[in-house]
């Protein structure tokens, strides 16, 4: 693996920006393991624990200058970690030659940071906006209101026995902080066979990736009345596509202008109150494929959608990301189109204070009404023929591996990076096998894509 791509691997790992120096010092300091630069910039960055002094010249011209540094470090993997100059990378995949020259370091000294201007959030409360400045189109009201009222009842009664993910990213145990299942939908698939989807077993293969690498129970069945809010929702999605440019990447086994989207699993999330929330992310790629659409269903009590660029490398000097916060009513659908998981990250930041929902609605003919705190969101997803959980390659631990795009270094759309990289760290200690293999469409045998129908014009 060269070093612009152990560069990228680090930056894709991390959750803020960090400057190409930082990242090469770290990669040095950890034999090229990049989920150990990773882990370690990670750590730098959180604000409650202690900094490390930053190494200045002397530091990379002096091994043991540099060395005297370390006892102020308080990762034990750092202590045993060879100087620098002297290290050789340790390439995932078993290559010898050293990745870093580190000379080529020291004849560019950093420049002077130049960095455009922040700009502050902006709100986006009308769909106008929010096709203006994202990738992403808003449905104010989507379904009949008596059914999304229908919807968020049997959505709120199942949520009881939903949980919180949990997983381990690097060294420590998270959890999401709200509740979540995952539901597959009994149709014929896609590819034109018969066959039941939803008692088939890579559908707990899928489901296993939602729950972040966890083996889970087979899913369940879209319940009735998200059955019938599927069929409307799907309806809706498949006539955005058509009006959209579409990327050379995505998926187009339709016949004639049917994009034949088709939303055969969807996964379903539970906030309650405004404390329960969801970190900025972008979706992983496994079974949905490159520049999937997404359609996010929001019913219950209003939040905020926020949506973060990731600013490619090559642009992180002239440009800022900016945030875009859209308001999401109950009723209301959020198609995050094709680019939305290859260019931004969304998350559901934690609200001080939320209206409650009061729905329009009783449970029960002639019963009272109840306000809610809660928000429900049903994302429907299209996980494509040509990445069913059959064709997911597993890592050396023999685990199931993700996709995960090359957010900072984006190409036209057409020959954009994705890996696949080794998940089993996720439930096993934060271990695994370091495993990150480029996505190859055409070896892999995926498709057909849009691309493939231009080129055959
Ligand atoms: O609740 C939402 O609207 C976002 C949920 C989400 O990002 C996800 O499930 O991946
Ligand atoms: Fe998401």
Known sequence: MDTETLLAIVETLLDVTQSKEAIMEALIEHDGDPE???????????PTEKKRPRADLTGWLKPSSAKK??????????????????SRARLPEGETK?????????????????TAPKLPPLMLSTPEHV??????????????????????????????????????????IVESPHRTSFFARA??????????????????????????????????????????????????VNEEIKKRIRFPLEWDGGSGDDPA????????????????????????????????TIASLSLGTRRVFSLREVIPSDEAKSRRARTFNVPLPHNSLTIMHASCQERFKHSIPPQPALDMYRPAFPRMPGGDIESSNCRINITFRFYRPDFLPASVPRCKCNVPTILRPDMKNRVDGKTDRYWWTCYAGAQNEGKGCNLWQTMDMKKEGRGPVVADRLSAL
Request: hydrophobic share 35%; aromatic share 8%.
């Open 36 to 46: 150990a630069a990773a882990r370690y910039l990670t750590r730098k960055s959180r």
């Open 69 to 86: 540094l370390k006892p102020s470090i308080s990762d034990p993997q750092l202590e045993t970690t060879p100087v620098a100059s002297t």
């Open 98 to 114: 050293p990745v870093v020259d580190l000379m080529t370091i020291l004849k560019q000294p950093p420049k002077p940071e130049k």
């Open 131 to 172: 096709a203006e400045h994202t990738p992403c189109t808003l449905h104010p009201s989507i379904l009949p209101p008596e059914l999304a009222c229908r919807l968020f009842y049997a959505m709120v009664d199942l949520s009881r026995r939903w949980n919180r993910n949990k997983w381990w990213l690097f060294d420590r």
């Open 187 to 236: 149709v014929a698939a896609v590819d034109g066979s018969a066959a039941d989807q939803a008692d088939n077993a890579q559908w707990q293969e899928s489901a296993r990736a939602w729950y972040n690498g966890r083996i889970a129970e087979t899913p369940a069945l879209f319940p009735p009345e998200m059955e019938e809010a599927c069929t409307i929702i799907e309806r809706v």
């Open 261 to 292: 989207w088709r939303a055969n699993v969807a996964a379903s999330n539970c906030y309650e109150g405004g404390k329960e929330s969801v970190g900025f992310h972008s979706d992983q790629l496994t079974c949905l494929g490159p520049y999937p």
